[in-house]
């Protein structure tokens, strides 16, 4: 308990309730299983092959596009949804919130405000240049810089269109 802040807990049937809580990380994420094998900052699409599962995002400009494998640089997993039994091996992939992705900036480079599909590379973001195509295929948006010519991992803000 913080000095001079009174909180109270109560339990009943599964409901929690307190009057404030805490959380430590900075995203919200669902757990799925994945059909590819993934690690943290991984661009995920949905996989039209396995209803309900996900896979490494797949081409620029991906309508399928999912979410990041949550918990890439440090940064842990806020909220984790679909903690279900027999999920314990699922991937967190944050829908929402603050994550670190892999980037490629090979041919434009990305800025702090740079909205983010995904790329021709598997598993990676890169900056829109054709808003049109990008229509239901953005990530979200650059927090971090990454040069032109490199490929990196950017912060973003998730917020899937």
Not at 38 to 51: C, K
Not at 56 to 81: F, M
Not at 132 to 139: E, S, Y
Request: with cysteine; hydrophobic share 40%.
């Amino acid at each position: 308990m913080c000095s001079g802040i009174r909180t109270s807990l109560l339990i009943a049937d599964g409901l929690v309730r307190t009057a404030v809580l805490e959380i430590t990380g900075a995203d919200l994420a669902e757990k799925f299983p994945t059909t590819d094998t993934v690690e943290a900052g991984m661009v995920v699409e949905i996989d039209p092959d396995n209803p309900d599962h996900l896979r490494k995002a797949q081409g620029a400009y991906n309508t399928r596009v999912a979410g990041v494998v949550a918990g890439a640089n440090g940064l842990p997993t806020g909220i984790v949804l679909g903690n279900l039994e027999g999920s314990e091996t699922h991937t967190p992939i944050a829908m929402s919130g603050r994550v670190w992705v892999y980037a490629d900036a090979t041919e434009r480079a990305i800025e702090s405000d740079t909205l983010l599909t995904t790329s021709d590379k598997p598993g990676y973001a890169m900056a829109v240049r054709d808003k049109d195509r990008a229509q239901g295929a953005i990530l979200g948006k650059a927090m971090t810089r990454l040069e032109q010519g490199k490929t990196g991992m950017v912060l973003v803000l998730v917020n899937l269109q």
